[in-house]
């Protein structure tokens, strides 16, 4: 419990206090890593935020993929990065194993506005 707390602690204290996105996920297993999917349930106009943590090699392995733009990104441990992630399908390629990696996920739900 205390790991969480200062991991949330973390995650607050970078966020400016009005900050717009309802809702947080954390994924915090080991290796967190999904698969191909859109998030059809979040706010269609609306940015998802992804805030990585953990020890990986971010040039090896630790991507984000983005589908429809054809497009690979290298996010490093700290990265904060936006995506529409209603309207782009969007993965996170595999993890070598001994490595880490964590996210915070910011999102909306459509059906609050």
Not at 64 to 74: D, F, G, H, N, S
Not at 85 to 102: F, I, L, N, Y
């Amino acid at each position: 419990m205390l790991q969480l707390q200062v991991q949330d602690n973390l995650i607050h204290s970078f966020l400016p206090p009005n900050f717009i996105i309802a809702a947080t996920t954390l994924n915090l297993g080991d290796q967190s890593v999904v698969d191909w999917h859109l998030d059809p349930h979040n706010l269609v106009f609306g940015l998802c935020g992804i805030f990585l943590l953990g020890l990986f090699n971010h040039r090896r392995l630790a991507q984000l993929m983005l589908l429809e733009p054809r497009v690979i990104i290298e996010l490093q441990h700290g990265d904060f990065f936006f995506l529409p992630s209603a309207c782009v399908t969007h993965r996170s390629a595999p993890m070598v194993k001994g490595e880490t990696h964590q996210a915070a996920i910011f999102y909306s739900a459509g059906g609050l506005f």
